[in-house]
């Protein structure tokens, strides 16, 4: 559990410098990168916003993962 967690704050973390921090990373994104299922991902996904290390962003098509401000 803990290796997918840093996994998925990397993916964040690398999304973030590419773009700027102006887009996210989408669910789609990470669910294509994990052989679990999307439930369990859900989890871990809140779990990791609730801890403040990753936060979701709200835009107009959807919602995606970014870095907390």
Known sequence: ????E???IE??????KRT????????????GSFEID???LRKI???LVSE?????LNH???RSLTLPK
Do not use: Q, R, T, W
């Open 45 to 47: 996904i809140d779990k």
């Open 6 to 8: 840093a996994k998925i």
């Open 60 to 62: 107009l098509n959807g």
């Open 11 to 16: 993916m964040v973390k690398e999304k973030h």
């Open 52 to 56: 403040k290390k990753i936060a979701y």
């Open 20 to 31: 700027g921090g102006c887009n996210g990373l989408s669910f789609n994104d990470l669910a």
């Open 1 to 4: 559990m803990d290796e997918i």
């Open 38 to 40: 999307f439930p369990e």
